[in-house]
């Protein structure tokens, strides 16, 4: 047998005759998993009679209500079955005032939906409050004036018990409610009560005409402005007035109608000092610029506090039309930068727009090579920002100066390089004035730069250009090898060595070369590819004295004992020196150590002259547990709190986490 909610909701018949609260198993409260009994979905669905013989049973409560706190007459005013609500309101055990979760009463939600039958019973009942308001602080006659309904509105402004102007929670009257929603004939209404504020201002500051003017309500508008108490002027707590907010909007039959007033004052800026035309002309709105720009008190000029004018706003947004509207005024400065020295020309090139670039240019009077306070021209600005054709426009005009110099001392074609926008290198790149290889403060080419960034095609072009130098170090001593290496873009580092010019052996401020670092954690297949060329030198000594072969070992590139290159070279005994073969770790075969180990220029004895304090390691440190004692600090390296290992293989490997250290042969010596 279904429950008795599911049969009631399902329209069963068992359900409308009433039978099912005639069986002792059936318990007539219990609910669906929504939380409505039966009682309330009879009431839901209009079943009268079934909610007469549910309400008849012993133990049903008329008032109880849901998980929302809806009770049988809530749901009986929200579906409108007026005959139902008569009907329940008859009963003295119903309570027609009890409000919901929500804080919304049977009256609030009749002026909700509309029901002015429900409403006219409910207001007929004495102990049923007209103006009791929800968590919101919203009451049935502020409802009723949001909805439009203008017969209700009439019937609750009848009462004596109804205060007409109470506001909500956001400051927000029934006459705020309907102006912003549109309500010119329930607005009329209000309008002729004494004792109605019709310019009272929200928690925000916004009054009735002000919502109306930024939605657009022309009719309320008008009848706002019929009234001498209304000021047209008075701005939010953000210093928007009316006319403000329909410019932003685009109101154009608004804004005539607030500028036909004679008390408007057209040029009133907000808070952050935009005015009215600098609102228009950001947002695009032509035809309002162009009513705003007829007026003689309107300054086309005005700055906000950014230091913006109009003409900067419509630029940096793209609005052709008003960009033309304004440049054809003879008062509005073209040139005008921000407070950061950015002009309406910069910020076109910086977004792009193609069109706005081609008016400004065509302009006399600017600078198109103007840079802003941190030396960044529009030509710079646009190469970042791969706008090839904006690019193109500025390189075609012959005071555009396509080497210049930002703050941090990088060109236009550096800033493509790093961004790697490829067709703006290749413009930059066919000039003949065009300086391919000045490096910025930090000693970075633009070569040095397309590199970092992993810009494949941008270093082939630049590769293919003649006057680059390969060699170049920035300001840690690294040319474009090594920092190919150090970024392990192995994709790099064969075109770089296949050009004559590389020097594969160039040592950098720490003594490194290109090869060293390839032998660094990471730098695996980097590494194959530095190894091929016989002018590298596979013993050159860092400044802490470890080879190429050192760094791979203390990073743990080892091969294993049964590969190859251990057959093709086997280690010698040592005795006295701690090889760099002492660190080996168990990782598989690596082309980079295959590749030292079976040249016979490396030097597999090398060590470090890097040493720490002259105090013996504890046996409970990780790693091998031999003593430190007896070595000394050199000026190479800071001193430091703690007793830190000998960076020599042997005790490196453990300490950097290589704990597996090889088997070595037995012609090995451990203590050695």
Same mark, same amino acid.
């Given at each position: ?7 009631? $909701? ?359 090579? $103007? ?54 290198? $290749? ?246």
């Amino acid at each position: 047998m279904k429950p008795p909610a599911q049969a009631v $909701k399902n329209g069963n018949g068992e359900a409308e005759e009433g039978l099912l609260p005639r069986r002792r198993a059936v318990d007539p409260n219990q609910p669906d998993n929504e939380g409505d009994a039966a009682l309330l979905w009879a009431a839901r669905e209009g079943h009268w009679l079934v909610v007469r013989q549910l309400l008849d049973l012993e133990g049903v409560d008329p008032n109880k209500s849901n998980r929302e706190g809806k009770t049988v007459l809530s749901w009986a005013v929200i579906a409108g079955h007026d005959s139902m609500v008569k009907q329940l309101l008859d009963r003295e055990d119903i309570s027609p005032d009890k409000s919901d979760n929500e804080g919304n009463t049977p009256t609030s939600w009749a002026t909700i939906n509309g029901h002015e039958l429900v409403v006219k019973q409910l207001l007929g009942r004495e102990d049923v409050s007209p103006d009791k308001p929800d968590k919101d602080g919203r009451t049935p006659f502020w409802w009723a004036a949001s909805k439009g309904h203008e017969s209700m509105v009439k019937q609750l402004l009848d009462r004596e018990d109804i205060n007409p102007d109470k506001p909500d929670n956001r400051g927000i009257t029934p006459l705020t409610e309907a102006a912003a929603s549109g309500r010119e004939r329930v607005v009329k209404q209000l309008l002729g009560r004494g004792d109605i504020n019709p310019d009272k201002q929200d928690n925000e500051g916004g009054t009735p005409l002000s919502w109306a003017a930024s939605k657009g309500h022309e009719l309320v508008v008008k009848r706002l402005l019929g009234r001498e108490d209304v000021d047209p002027n008075k701005p939010d707590k953000d210093g928007r007035t009316p006319l403000w907010w329909a410019t932003l909007e685009g109101h154009e039959s608004v804004v005539k109608q607030l500028l036909c007033r004679g008390d408007i004052n057209p040029d009133k800026p907000n808070n952050s000092s935009i005015t009215p035309l600098t609102e228009a002309a950001a947002s695009g709105h032509e035809r309002v610029v162009k009513q705003l720009l007829d007026r003689g008190d309107v300054n086309p000029n005005k700055l906000d506090n950014e230091g913006r004018t109009p003409l900067w706003w419509a630029a940096s947004k793209g609005h052709e039309s008003v960009v033309k509207q304004l440049l054809d005024r003879r008062d509005v400065n073209p040139d005008k930068p921000d407070n950061e020295g950015n002009t309406p020309l910069w910020w076109a090139a910086s977004s792009g727009h193609e069109s706005v670039v081609k008016q400004l240019l065509c302009r006399g009077d600017i600078n198109p090579d $103007k840079p802003n306070n941190r030396g960044v021209a529009p030509l710079t600005e646009a190469a970042a920002s791969g706008h090839e054709r904006v690019v193109k426009q500025l390189l075609d005009r012959g005071e555009v100066n396509p080497n210049k110099l930002d703050n941090e001392g990088r060109t236009p074609l550096s800033w493509a390089a790093i961004k790697g926008h490829e067709l703006v290198v $290749k413009q930059l790149l066919d000039r003949e004035d065009i300086s391919p290889d000045k490096p910025d403060n930090q000693g970075r080419t633009p070569l040095s730069w397309a590199v970092i960034g992993g810009h494949q095609s941008v270093v082939n072009q630049l590769l293919d250009r003649g006057g680059i130098n390969l060699d170049k170090p920035n300001k840690e001593g690294r040319a474009p090898l090594s920092l190919a290496v150090v970024c392990t873009h192995e994709l790099f580092v064969r075109p770089l060595l296949g050009t004559r010019d590389a020097k594969p052996s160039v040592l950098d401020n720490q003594r490194k070369i290109p090869s060293s670092l390839a032998a660094i954690p990471e730098h695996d297949s980097v590494a194959a590819q530095s190894s091929n060329l016989e002018v590298v030198n596979p013993n050159s000594l860092s400044y802490e004295g470890n080879t190429p072969f050192l760094w791979s070992t203390i990073a743990g590139h080892g091969p294993t004992p049964g590969h190859s290159a251990w057959k093709t070279r086997p280690p010698s005994p040592t005795t006295g020196t701690r090889s760099s073969f002492r660190g080996l770790r168990f990782q598989g075969a690596r082309q980079w150590l295959r590749e030292l180990w079976t040249r016979e220029t490396t030097n597999p004895t090398n060590k470090t002259v890097r040493v720490r304090l002259n105090s013996p390691r504890s046996k409970g440190e990780r790693g091998n547990s031999q003593s430190t004692a007896g070595w000394s600090d050199v000026s190479l390296w800071p001193r430091r709190k703690r007793p830190v290992l000998e960076d020599i293989p042997l005790l490196s490997a453990p300490a950097k986490g290589h704990d597996g250290l090889v088997n070595l042969p037995q012609a090995w010596n451990p203590q050695a």
